[in-house]
């Protein structure tokens, strides 16, 4: 039997857990990969039951910062050891973001992000930081 290296990680350590990709600003193309990625992670995890709405949301938030910045995106995912699924969107912007308060917004084709994040996500939620913000939430597999 094949022994790995000393100091390397078990399969299931958190290490083994964690999916980080940067995004380029005028790529939205890559939001597809971004989804497909995270789900192949999400299945590979063991957890793939929270690949739809981990897809949906990711796909929100990474077109968000692409969009409303016009600066790339790192976007990172995290299953911790209780199965808890933390993904964050980080960009340059310094400000929190907008949410559609228009009474016709209702019609619109666009403006849903984060109406579905806070509809969907366990958690969530946003941290300004020196080099922009970064955009959060949370899954707990059921």
């Known amino acids: 039997m094949e022994q790995a290296p000393p100091g390397t ?3 299931d350590c958190a290490l083994h857990r964690r999916l980080h990709l940067a995004v380029d600003a005028a790529d939205l193309v890559a939001v597809g990969a971004v989804r497909h990625r995270l789900r192949s992670a999400l299945r590979h995890w063991g957890v793939p039951e929270l690949a739809d709405t981990a897809e949906l949301l990711s796909s929100e938030l990474v077109t968000n910062a692409l969009l409303h910045t016009g600066q790339g995106a790192l976007f990172d995912a995290v299953l911790t050891a209780d199965l808890r699924l933390r993904i964050e969107v980080q960009d340059g912007a310094g400000r929190l973001p907008g949410r559609r308060r228009d009474p016709e917004a209702e019609y619109a ?10 509809a969907l996500a366990d958690a969530w939620g946003v941290q300004l930081r020196g080099d922009g913000k970064v955009t959060w939430f949370e899954l707990a597999s059921p």
């Open 9 to 11: 990680p078990a399969p």
């Open 109 to 118: 084709t666009s403006g849903r992000g984060l109406v579905l994040v806070e």
